[in-house]
Every structure is written in C-alpha cells, then in structure tokens.
C-alpha cells in the first residue's frame, strides 16, 4: 500500500486552487461539495469556477500565484499548465506541510485524488495509487453498476434508526441480521423508490413485531430483456442478486440466467410453443405460495413484463394476496432487435408511428384490424409471428399494403447468434422456409427496413 | 455538476472551440492515453454510442449504457436525460447538453449529427446520449446515418422507451388478457400533423401511447371519440414518468383537453389511452390495508 486512505473534513476550511481552468474547475467543484472554502487564485477564471467561490463562502484572486497564498489553507490543489509553476506551488506547500496534489504530477504530490462513487452519505474512493487510472476508473464504472444511485437515500434513512435499533437488540448477532433484512428487504426497496414513510412504517412494524418475524416474502416481476445479457437494467441486476428463488421461462437467455445469484433455486417455468412446462395460472399461484413462504421470488421475463409479457395477470393475483411487489420494465424485444439489426422504428422519412402486434393469431385474428395496419407510414412488429407469417403477410398485401414493403425477420436478436433475413411481404414466407429459422424471432414490416443495409453494425462470432 | 448549457450557447462558445478545449481536457486528465500525437499526424478515429438512458431512474439503465458513458471521452445529452442519470457521468471527461427541450429546437439535427462525426474523427470515444430509446422517437437513425456514411464505428444500445418505462411505474400493462391485445406509439409532436387514421385506431382493442402529446390533447380527444371511441376510455397522462416527481393523472377520453390544463400538466409527458388503464384501479382497489407497502411503486 504506498498510499494510506482517508476521508477529510473541509467544511468551512480554506482550501487553495490554483487554476482557473476546467480542470481546476471539475477540482472546485468536489471541493465545494465537501463543503470547502475555496481561495481560487488564476489570471483567469472560468465562470462556474467563480460562482463556486461564492457559493463556498471563499475568495477569488485574479493574478499570479504567490507564496502567501497558502496561508491559513489546510489543503493545495495545482491545476495549471506550467510545470514550473507548479512545482513551486508543490515545494512552497510541502515547507508548510500543507498536503497539496498537482494535477497530473504524482511526483510533485503528497496525496492524490481517488475515482469516486458518490452515494452521499455512502462514499467509495477507488485509486491505483497512481499506478493505473484507466484500472481504477473501470472499477469505479464496475462499482457504478452494483451500487444502486439510490443508496445514499438508504444510508440516510438507516443513520435516522440507528439507535433505535440499537436499543432495541442488545445482541450485536441479532442486530446485525436484523440490519442485513431491512437493507435487502421490502424496507430498502421502498426507501430506495421513494417512499420514505412506508418504509419507515415498515421498519417499525418489525421492530414492534415480538419475535421478530422477518420472513415476509416479496416479488420481484423482471424484465429481462432480449438476449444479450448487457441490456439488463442496472435495477433487474441488483434484484437478479438478492433473489431466494427464479421463476423463468425459454425467453430468458442463458446467458442473463448466469447473472442469476448463484445459490439462489431454479424453476423453470415454461413456455415452448406447445410446451407449456405450467399453466399461467399455476405460475400466478406458485408466486403467492413462494412468498408467503418468506422468499423473495425473481419472476424473470424476456424483454418487458408489460408488454406481451402477462405481467399483468401475474401482478392480479399478488394484489389480491397482499404479498409486496415491484415490476422492472427491461428493453422489449422490439427495441432490442430494431437496435442491433440497425432499423429505426421510426424515422422522420418513413415511420411517424410503430405498433406492436402479436403473431398468434389463432382465434384473435378476427380482431386486427386489417385496413389499419395497412397504413404505409406505420412500422408494424410482430411478436413471435413464425407461425402466423404467410398469413399475416397475406392479409396486409390483401389490405393494400404494397407486396414490395420491405420486412425484417429477426432471429434471436441481440445474442451471438443473431441473424436478420430481408425480403419483402411477398418474398418473406419463402426466405423463411428454405432459411430453417428458429424461435425467439420478431418480424419488422415497413420501410424503415430499407435503412438496415446502410445502419447494420451489430457483428456476430 | 455537468456543464448544463442551454443549448444556443453552448454553439456559440463552444462549437468552434470545441475540440482543441476536449483534447486539452484529455491531456489534462486523470492520466488517459492521449490519442493527438502532437505532430498533428493522422489519428484513428474514435468510436461513437447512441445509447438509450430510458425513461428517468438512473437504475432503469442498461450495463452496456453505463459502460459507454464510463468509456467515453465526451458525453452529449439532451433534455430528457434526467439528473440522476447525469450524475452518473464521470466528473473527469466533459459533458455537453445539445437540446431538446420543447420549442427550443436550437440545435438542428444536421448540426449535431455533424458535430458527432467530428468529434469521433478527432480520436474521441464519443456517448451521444438520450433519454428513452434511440429508435423509438428518439431520431437515432439519422445520426447513425450520419456516422456510418462518415466510416464511423458506432454501436446504438437500446434503452426502455417511455411507453414501457411510465407505465410501469403507473400499474398499467401495456397489453393484457381480454383487455388490449397490441400498443400502438404515435409521436404528438408539434412540428408535424399527426399522420395516423384516426377511425381505424379507434376500432382496435388496442393500447395507444402518445410520447409529446401534451399539445395535441385536444386533437387526440376530439379524433378518437369522432372516430367511434367512447367517451368515458380511461385515459392516463403520466408526467415525469420513472423520476421521483412522477404524476399519474387518470382521465377519459373526453375529459382530457381540461384535466390537461386543470392539472397543468408539464413536459415531459406521456399520454396512455386505452381500456389497460383500469387495471391501474383494479389494483388499488384490491390492494387495502397495506397499499404502499404491498405495492410500493405505485406513485
């Protein structure tokens, strides 16, 4: 370790800037953060810098740097281009043992600055100790994902019970696991969206509760995208990681199941086409059972659970049982497939409007409305529309869709094996038949299509 | 904490300028390769994202979005990136907004598209950021055009659209069983006559979403119901959707031009209109005794 950590106090305390650039201004904006009284000294000052010192309680000076600048500061900053100038400002302050970091100049430092992961009051400082920045700033990104924006807003409200709980349990074992199940629990997702009074109830509730049941079970109804494992949202991760137990179906990929929390239980669910592994009202009632059992139960999803994803009919029945719950929207495989196959599903030229449509047609098909779906200047995507395609494709040229409208089949968009087949209405069936396509697909009708050939970019192994 | 220009400003004093003050801002950061040789010698070109930040909640992100905004040497955002997600950009590369708030379309396109190329050309790892989805509304396309008519790398990465993401956060399926068997997203925007048939859309049983249809309030009322739609569809506008500040405002169809101006609705805003918005009541109505707490992200 050749750098030994710590975290300053500055409220109030003078600190010296010299610079009055954009560096020095991104220095004198974390200082102010922490409360610091900035004394910024530069020939000239960049605008948001001097509204910084005013803010801060400090003092400008718009001249060349002096030795006498330092007094009474308890921490130097250098950022200026001049290297001789800068030295002098590290060897003036190092005779007054005031800590002082140039920026840039490890040797002319006596601490540096770490990346930093503000969740205030929750603050991460990562650092190389100079060695390897670029290695430090993609821990900081990695730290970036794990830890949610809204944790400070959880740190703040777990000071504000801190000595209640405290009080509460004498035995360091069992309040310790009382803190790990409100920080994982129903009280933490409420903080975290928000609402503050529910959670504070929530924690008192338990704190009243005698035997300290802490089993109460929640569901977690997740988005979990098209495929590549990247587009999970940062929110489907963290609950991806906390679950007891995982609902999925043949929609979520492989790889997204691998970032499923290791000792956490798998049930698979279904749905192949004609193989229904459970019924969904079995799937809606075993999320009842399982919570009720204390668990917190990931019902993981591909793409959007609001979107051709019956979320809603999984969500009904949790209302009714009163087991808490939250749904995490992910990236529907329309906007999935569209981006990675480069096809905008709208565009200024082609498309005011998109619709989505499911394939299965079956005994809806009475209900599409033909002649709307028509309409040139509308994108249309099908869901899972291999089966229904001739059809489908039919009945739009029936309709007056020109046969030449350009179509997209998009097979398992967005993962290593993603393969896009242009054609058009009258072509499309044929393409299909010779080209032994699979399941998940999605089928994009409208001239947006054209722009595929020049906007591509996604490379498959 | 970013450099929140407004954006004809931001033209003025910074697009000339622009890439010699990013280069020095490269070479006076936190120990970043520098791609300008300093003889002026030809660079490689940088790599440019369109990413989708999604609705609003920094935490709808996706893993890749975030890692484009923690590998980029500039950040370019626009209005509906929200602060939370702002504060995600990393405080030592420069960030730039270049519109769009409504009616302040400052910034054409070509503009920006152009400023892109440039900056990737420089030997800059480009995030050219916005909210909800690039290709849904977002004119992601054309900037993509752009790059790639240029030879520019650049990778687009979806993000949840705010048709997905607000009605989520509002308890509203976009599709369900029995109640709507497809959506539909129609732009409100100003600049252009909606170009939809009207009669058509109302005899669906179907779910429509109108992005930016504060301003058209009137026209969506009044066309749906000519077109055969009855007057008492529930209706959802949803402001701010996905940010703390999130208003759900349940309406009809005919009640929707007043309740528009009787809530003051603001931008941004999202319009639901569609049998689905029930189910909104459903689940309150369900849900008694413990409704925040059963059912916390209900706003």
């Given at each position: 370790m050749d750098y030994f950590p710590v975290f300053l106090d500055l409220k109030k305390r003078r600190c010296l800037l010299v610079g009055g650039g954009d560096v020095a201004t991104r220095k004198g904006r974390l200082l102010a953060k922490a409360g610091a009284s900035l004394r910024v000294v530069a020939p000239e000052i960049s605008t948001e810098l001097r509204g910084l010192v005013i803010v801060s309680k400090g003092e400008i000076f718009e001249r060349e740097y002096q030795a006498s600048d330092l007094q009474d500061c308890v921490l130097a900053i250098a950022a200026t281009d001049i290297e001789s100038l800068n030295e002098k400002i590290s060897a003036d302050a190092q005779t007054l043992h005031i800590p002082v970091n140039v920026v840039d100049s490890p040797a002319l430092?006596?601490?540096?600055?770490?990346?930093?992961?503000?969740?205030?009051?929750?603050?991460?400082?990562?650092?190389?100790?100079?060695?390897?920045?670029?290695?430090?700033?993609?821990?900081?990104?990695?730290?970036?994902?794990?830890?949610?924006?809204?944790?400070?807003?959880?740190?703040?409200?777990?000071?504000?019970?801190?000595?209640?709980?405290?009080?509460?349990?004498?035995?360091?074992?069992?309040?310790?696991?009382?803190?790990?199940?409100?920080?994982?629990?129903?009280?933490?997702?409420?903080?975290?969206?928000?609402?503050?009074?529910?959670?504070?109830?929530?924690?008192?509730?338990?704190?009243?509760?005698?035997?300290?049941?802490?089993?109460?079970?929640?569901?977690?109804?997740?988005?979990?995208?098209?495929?590549?494992?990247?587009?999970?949202?940062?929110?489907?991760?963290?609950?991806?990681?906390?679950?007891?137990?995982?609902l999925y179906d043949r929609l979520v990929s492989d790889a997204v199941m691998e970032l499923v929390r290791r000792d956490a239980e798998r049930i698979y669910v279904g749905k192949r086409r004609n193989e229904h592994a459970m019924e969904q009202e079995n799937i809606n009632q075993l999320l009842v059972d399982l919570a009720k059992q204390g668990k917190r139960v990931l019902r993981l999803k591909g793409g959007d659970p609001f979107i051709f994803g019956r979320g809603g009919e999984e969500i009904e029945l949790l209302a009714q049982n009163d087991i808490p719950f939250q749904v995490v929207p992910g990236i529907t495989a329309a906007s999935g497939c569209a981006a990675y196959a480069g096809i905008p599903l709208t565009h200024r030229d082609y498309a005011q409007s998109v619709r989505f449509v499911t394939g299965h047609l079956k005994s809806d098909d009475t209900n599409l409305s033909w002649p709307e779906l028509a309409n040139p200047t509308q994108t249309l995507v099908f869901y899972m529309g291999l089966v229904g395609l001739k059809e489908i494709c039919e009945s739009l040229i029936a309709h007056g869709r020109a046969a030449t409208t350009p179509v997209a089949l998009i097979e398992k968009g967005t993962t290593q094996d993603q393969r896009v087949l242009i054609a058009d209405l009258n072509t499309i069936a044929g393409v299909v038949a010779v080209n032994d396509v699979h399941a998940p697909t999605l089928f994009i009708v409208g001239d947006v299509v054209k722009l595929h050939d020049s906007l591509k970019w996604f490379k498959t192994n | 904490m970013n450099n929140f220009l407004k954006a004809p400003?931001?033209?003025?004093?910074?697009?000339?300028?622009?890439?010699?003050?990013?280069?020095?801002?490269?070479?006076?950061?936190?120990?970043?390769?520098?791609?300008?040789?300093?003889?002026?010698?030809?660079?490689?070109?940088?790599?440019?994202?369109?990413?989708?930040?999604?609705?609003?909640?920094?935490?709808?992100?996706?893993?890749?979005?975030?890692?484009?905004?923690?590998?980029?040497?500039?950040?370019?955002?626009?209005?509906?990136?929200?602060?939370?997600?702002?504060?995600?950009?990393?405080?030592?590369?420069?960030?730039?907004?270049?519109?769009?708030?409504?009616?302040?379309?400052?910034?054409?396109?070509?503009?920006?598209?152009?400023?892109?190329?440039?900056?990737?050309?420089?030997?800059?790892?480009?995030?050219?950021?916005?909210?909800?989805?690039?290709?849904?509304?977002?004119?992601?396309?054309?900037?993509?055009?752009?790059?790639?008519?240029?030879?520019?790398?650049?990778?687009?990465?979806?993000?949840?659209?705010?048709?997905?993401?607000?009605?989520?956060?509002?308890?509203?399926?976009?599709?369900?069983?029995?109640?709507?068997?497809?959506?539909?997203?129609?732009?409100?925007?100003?600049?252009?006559?909606?170009?939809?048939?009207?009669?058509?859309?109302?005899?669906?049983?179907?779910?429509?979403?109108?992005?930016?249809?504060?301003?058209?309030?009137?026209?969506?009322?009044?066309?749906?119901l000519a077109g055969g739609l009855a007057a008492d569809t529930p209706v959802a506008i949803i402001e701010n959707g996905c940010r703390k500040d999130q208003r759900n405002i349940i309406s009809t169809l005919s009640e929707l031009p007043a309740d528009v101006i009787r809530e003051q609705v603001q931008s941004p805003a999202l319009i639901i209109v569609g049998e689905v918005v029930r189910m909104k009541e459903k689940l309150q109505s369900t849900v008694k005794a413990h409704a925040a707490e059963a059912h916390y992200l209900l706003a």
């Open positions: 430092c006596t601490y540096i600055t770490p990346a930093i992961i503000d969740r205030s009051p929750l603050v991460i400082a990562v650092s190389s100790g100079g060695e390897a920045p670029v290695l430090a700033r993609l821990v900081r990104a990695k730290l970036e994902t794990l830890i949610p924006a809204s944790y400070g807003k959880l740190a703040q409200i777990a000071s504000q019970w801190r000595e209640r709980i405290k009080t509460r349990f004498d035995n360091g074992d069992s309040r310790r696991k009382f803190w790990e199940k409100i920080l994982q629990g129903p009280a933490a997702e409420l903080m975290m969206n928000g609402q503050e009074d529910a959670a504070n109830k929530f924690i008192d509730d338990e704190l009243a509760n005698d035997q300290s049941q802490l089993t109460k079970g929640e569901v977690y109804l997740v988005g979990g995208g098209p495929g590549d494992p990247e587009l999970l949202t940062l929110r489907a991760l963290r609950l991806m990681q906390q679950a007891d137990v995982v | 400003d931001f033209f003025k004093a910074n697009v000339e300028g622009l890439p010699s003050t990013m280069l020095k801002a490269r070479s006076g950061g936190d120990g970043q390769a520098k791609k300008m040789d300093g003889q002026g010698k030809k660079i490689r070109a940088g790599k440019v994202w369109l990413v989708g930040a999604g609705p609003g909640d920094a935490e709808l992100l996706t893993l890749k979005a975030l890692r484009a905004i923690n590998s980029a040497d500039v950040i370019f955002y626009d209005y509906l990136v929200s602060a939370e997600i702002r504060a995600l950009f990393p405080k030592n590369i420069p960030s730039f907004y270049v519109g769009k708030a409504k009616n302040k379309h400052s910034i054409a396109q070509e503009n920006l598209n152009q400023l892109l190329v440039s900056q990737a050309q420089l030997g800059l790892n480009v995030c050219r950021i916005k909210g909800g989805d690039p290709f849904v509304f977002g004119r992601g396309g054309e900037e993509l055009l752009a790059l790639r008519t240029a030879g520019i790398d650049a990778d687009v990465i979806p993000g949840i659209t705010s048709a997905s993401g607000c009605s989520t956060y509002a308890d509203i399926p976009l599709t369900h069983r029995g109640l709507s068997q497809g959506c539909t997203f129609v732009t409100g925007h100003a600049e252009k006559n909606l170009d939809v048939n009207w009669d058509a859309l109302a005899q669906l049983k179907h779910t429509l979403v109108f992005y930016m249809g504060l301003t058209r309030a009137n026209d969506i009322s009044a066309k749906l």
